[in-house]
C-alpha cells in the first residue's frame, strides 16, 4: 500500500456561534485527503482551530512523501498510521505541539480511513481490533453540545432548541455557561431543565474563559443542581484550578478538548485533581496527533484507575464516532446545524432515544455525510 | 501611530546541526516587517520553531489591519504592542498557545522595534521605561550555546570549538548532552573542561530528549561536576519529571524555551519543582506572545520568590539582547556560526571578557547587523 498523494484545502466552517470565550466568525478547517493505490482516505481538522493546510504542504506532506513506501507499512502490509505519525515529527523540535498535533493528527485520521476501507471494514471495527476492544454495542450514546447565546430572546430561544433537540431524538444535551452573569446563567439552566426536566440529562461548559474566583462562584451554585457535568471551568493548562475546584465540587468536571498531546493528559491527571471515578476527558482525536495517540491517552487514563467509560471524545463528527465505538468510549457529542457541513454524521445516522447505531460503511464513513463529502470529493477529483 | 503594512518572508534557517533531539535540516523562520507611518519594525520568530507566514497572513495581520487604528495606541499616541497583542487574540480559541504564540510574539516584537525607532531609543531603553526597572549595566553578560555533536572527530571539533569562542571573547559557554552513551557525553565534558577549567564557566543542554530514568542517571554523574546548570533534563512538558531530578540534583537546572504562555511558566513554578533560589528560566520572547507577555512571565516569577538575574532568554538575538538590557535580566546567549543571518548581534557587537556592549541604535537594532537586515530590508523595499 503506497500513498500516492496528499491535498488538503482550508474550508470556512461558516458558524454564527459564540461561547463564553469566543466566536467562530472567522473559523476554517483543512479537509484532507490521502490518496494510496488501494483507497483514498479522509478527515478534517474537526472545529475550533483554525486551518493548518501551510504546515502541511510544508513540513508533513514532503515527509511522509519523501518516505521509502516499506518503512510505513504494518505487518499486515497497509500502512502503520503510527508509523506514519512518527515519520511526520522527523526534524520536530520537542514541545509546542499544538503547532503540529493538528496537521498530523488529521492526516493520521485520514490514514486510518485509507487502511480501513483497503480492508474493507468500517474503523470503528478496525480500531477495536487494533486496540483489543470487544465492540459489545450496535449503538452508542450521543449528547447534543448547543445552548450557545443567542442577540435576541436567549430564553426563548433555548427553549427552542432544545425542544427540536429532544424532538430529533436526542435525550441529553450540554449548554454554554460563564458568557452572563451568574444569575443570568442560572436562569438559562432552570429554562433548559423545564424541558428537559432530569438535570443529569444537562451538562454546562464555560469553554475554559473563567479565572478561579469566577469559577468557584458558578460552581458553588451549580452543585445543588447536579449536573451531568460542569466542563472546561477555568483556563486550558490552569492544572492548579482545575484541583481546586475538584476539591470542592462534588459533582463531574469534565475537560480535554484543548489538551493536544499525551503529556497534557498525563499533567491533568497528576496535577490537575481529575477524579478518575467521575471526570470526563473530551480530547479530539485528529487534533491531537490522531487516533493512535487517542488510544495511548485512554490507555493512561486507565493506568490511572480511570474508565473509557468516561471518555467522550470533542467533534461531534464521524471521526469522533468511529473512536468512540471502537474503543468503547462513553458516548460521543453532536452539534447539529452548527457547524454546517462540518457538524454530524452520515445522513441516515439519526439519534433515537439519544443513541446512534454503528454504520456498517468501511472506513471512517464520510461517504454516507453528502454535503461534507462532496467538499472532500472535490479534493481527491 | 499608524500600522500601513505589515509583510512576512518564511526563510531557510541553513544550519547542519543536530542535537539529542533532532536536527536543523529543513528549519525556516518567518521574517516580518511591520510599516508604520513612522518607522518600520522589524523581527523574526527566533530559530528551532518553523515559519509561520500562513498564519500571520490569514488571521494575525488581517486582524491588526482590519483594528481601528486608534484603539492600538498608548496614551504616548505611539502603538501600544499589548493592544495590538490582545487585537490579534480575537477570535482565538482558549489553549493551543503553541500555534500562534510564535506568530504574534514575532508581529509584537516587531511593533516594539517600531516604536522605539518612533520614539528614537533603543529598545532595552524602552523596555526598562515601560517596566520600571533601572538599566544600570552598560554591558550584560552572554554565553555561547553550542558544543552540537559531529558526525566526525567529535571531541576534537569539540575542543577547537570552545578554542574559538574564547578566542573571540567569550568566557560561558553551554555543549549538547544525551546524544551519546553517559561515559561519551562526558568524556566530551572533560574535553571541553581541559580548555575551560572552571566547571562553573560550562553548561550543558539536553534539549528535552531523555526520559527520566535516564535524566536521573546522567544528572547523578553530572552533580559532581558541579556544572553552571543542565538544561532541558526531561519532556518539555514533564513536569512531574522536572520537579523528581529537581529534588535530587543540587546544581541548577534550567528550561523555559519550549514553554509558550503565562499558563506554561505558571505550571513550571507550581508543579515542575523550579527552585527559584537557583534554577535558571529561558523563554523565548518571540515565541511566546511576545515582550509584553515576557515581562509578565519575568513578574511571575518574581512573584513566586525568583529573581530576573536567572532569567536568561532563548534566541541569541537582537530581540533577546534587547529584553536582557531592558529587563535586567541575568544574561543572554549566542550561537556563533551556527544559525547563518539569524545568529547574534550587530557587527559591531563583539564580546569581551564574556560582556556585551548595549548598543545606541534605535529600536531592536537590526540596522547594524549587515546579513540580517538585508534580508530584512528587502520585505520592505
Known sequence: MRILDIRERAVPVRSSMRNAAFDFGEMTTSVVAVITDRATGYAFNSTGRYACGAAMRERFIPRLRSADPETLLGEDGLIDPAKAAARMMTREKPGGDAERSVPIGTIETAIWDAVAKAKGVPLWRLLADRYGNTVTRSQIPCYVGGGWYKPENDLAELKDEIRRHIDAGYTVLKIKTGGLTLDEDCRRLDSALEILGDSSRLAVDANAAMDLNRARKWADRLESYKLRWFEEPVGVHAYGDFADLAASYAPPLATGENLFCLADVDNLLRFGGFRVDRDVLQIDPPQAYGLDAFAKMVALLESKGGSR??????????????????????????????????????????????????????????????????????LSA
Open 309 to 378: 467509560a468516561r471518555v467522550y471524545p470533542h467533534g461531534g463528527n464521524m471521526m469522533s464516532f468511529a473512536v468512540t465505538a471502537g474503543l468503547g468510549l462513553g458516548g460521543c457529542e453532536a452539534y447539529p446545524g452548527v457547524f454546517g457541513a462540518f457538524a454530524g454524521y452520515a445522513d441516515d445516522m439519526r439519534p433515537r432515544d439519544g443513541m446512534l447505531k454503528l454504520p456498517d460503511a468501511p472506513g471512517i464513513g464520510f461517504e454516507g455525510q453528502s454535503s461534507l463529502f462532496a467538499l472532500m470529493q472535490e
